[in-house]
């Protein structure tokens, strides 16, 4: 094996052009910079800018989107790696989504505030465009153009809790607005600021327009962004993320008791459901099983009710669910999913339990279970009274 002498530290020209000319005063300062030669370029008419505490351009001229994001992942990543990798900070929400390629969020440029993931210890405040968010969970970092930003699931569950809050905190300004109104102080004017004198509007960076939502939430966007996540950009026809990942950041996020988000949730799910069946009963063919009965309602003979499977053979009793856990949202839709596989097994039902990435990546190894399965067939099985749905 051979040995490779260990690179230097690259030097302040190499490090500029791998963060597009955005540096931190660390980098500076470990470079031979000295504080008195980073305050007289930033000078009015200097060649240097600063862009956010500690950070700067070293250039004239607006930044660039690219150049504005690295300087959001170099704030917040002060004490990273000097070779621009960024450990301790992430960009999330919009902006990653920007930065993805995604078609249903604005594109870079129009993007006004970025999100950035931090560790819970870290002490950091907002500044400028930048809006820190806090995490008590491990980071992960998908590099994309070179900077670092949280997985695609992630990013979708902070920008569309980042919308919604910016429509409620812009609800809520209206509100006031219309009630003060009404008490006769005028528009927009608390009602213990006396009258004729002007108010300067102050907004924090959480609730200011700059920082509302990008896209007005609806249902049209919604669904697009959920989509992009689980099916691809048009840049990048690789799925961003499983439909089980994006559920499980939403879920983290409290975003699945949202009534509009939990809808668009339930047509990604049933949209996915189908083809999985679909291919189910495919592969159920190809092994020249029957056709199985699609969602069906067993009850015993007494009218009791059991279960309402995905796919179920009379003539064998045998069930296929798949993705069951899935579908589930609440913790109660759980159990009640589960009581009914409990009962369908108590009862002699054989239950083959799937899943769509196991039926994607293993289609023989499906067919071959499945085909097993129904010559075993159900034991002792109990009569049950069919309604197909």
Same mark, same amino acid.
């Given at each position: 094996? &051979? ?8 030097s302040l020209?190499?490090?500029?052009r791998?963060? #597009?000319?955005?540096?931190? /005063?660390s ?6 910079? @000295? ?9 009015? %008419?200097?060649?240097? #800018?600063?862009?956010l ?8 001229g ?12 170099l704030?917040?990543a ?9 450990? %301790?900070a ?16 604005p ?14 210890q ?11 968010q806090?995490? /008590?969970?491990? +980071? ?5 153009h070179g ?12 920008a ?7 429509e409620?905190?812009?609800e ?16 927009g004017?608390?009602? &213990? ?9 102050s907004v924090? @960076?959480?609730?200011?327009p700059?920082? %509302? ?9 919604l669904r ?7 099916? %691809? ?8 993320c ?6 499980a950041e939403?879920? =983290?996020?409290? +975003? ?24 189910v009963?495919?592969?159920a ?6 056709? @199985?009965l ?11 009710f059991?279960?309402? @499977?995905? +796919? ?11 993705d ?9 839709? #759980?159990?009640w999913?589960r /009581? ?7 009862l002699g ?6 899943? /769509? ?11 071959? #279970?499945?085909r097993?399965?129904?010559?075993v067939?159900?034991a ?5 009274? +069919?309604? =197909?749905?």
């Open positions: 094996m &051979s040995y490779q002498i260990p690179s230097s530290v690259p020209e190499e490090l500029a791998r963060q #597009q000319n955005v540096i931190t /005063a980098q500076l300062r470990a470079r031979g910079v @000295p504080s008195r030669v980073v305050s007289e370029h930033c000078r009015r %008419g200097g060649p240097w #800018q600063r862009l505490p500690r950070v700067y351009l070293l250039q004239t607006a930044p660039t989107p690219e150049q504005r994001m690295w300087a959001a992942l704030y917040a002060q004490n990273g790696r000097e070779t621009g990798s960024r450990e %301790g992430v960009i999330t929400g919009a902006a990653a989504l920007a930065l993805y390629g995604f078609t249903a969020v594109r870079l440029p129009a993007v006004t505030g970025v999100q950035v993931l931090v560790p819970r870290r002490r950091l405040r907002d500044a400028g465009d930048v809006r820190i806090r995490t /008590a969970r491990e +980071l992960e970092a998908h590099e994309v900077l670092a930003c949280a997985p695609v699931a992630r990013a979708v569950a902070d569309l809790r980042e919308w919604i809050d910016g409620a905190a812009a809520a300004e209206r509100a006031e607005q219309c009630a003060a109104e009404a008490s006769g102080t005028g528009a004017q608390p009602a &213990s600021q006396p009258a004729g004198q002007s108010v300067s509007q924090s @960076p959480a609730t200011g700059s920082a %509302g939502p990008a896209v007005r939430l609806e249902p049209r966007a697009s962004v959920l989509r992009e996540a689980v099916a %691809g950009t048009a840049a990048d026809a690789q799925p961003g499983t439909l089980a990942e994006l559920i939403l879920r =983290e996020a409290h +975003l699945i008791e949202v009534p509009r988000v939990r809808a668009a949730v339930d047509e990604l799910l049933a949209a996915e459901r189908e083809s999985a069946l679909l291919s009963i495919e592969l063919a190809a092994e020249l099983l029957p056709a @199985p699609v969602g069906p309602e067993l009850r015993m003979r007494g009218g009791t059991v279960a309402v @499977p995905d +796919l179920y053979w009379p003539q064998a009793g045998v069930a296929v669910e798949v069951s856990e899935l579908r589930c949202v609440s913790e109660g839709e #759980q159990a999913v /009581a009914g596989q409990h009962r369908m097994e108590y039902v054989r239950v083959v339990y799937l899943d /769509a990435e196991r039926l994607a990546g293993e289609p023989a190894a499906v067919a071959e #279970q499945l097993q399965t129904f010559l067939g159900g002792d099985l109990v009569e049950l009274l +069919l309604s =197909e749905g």
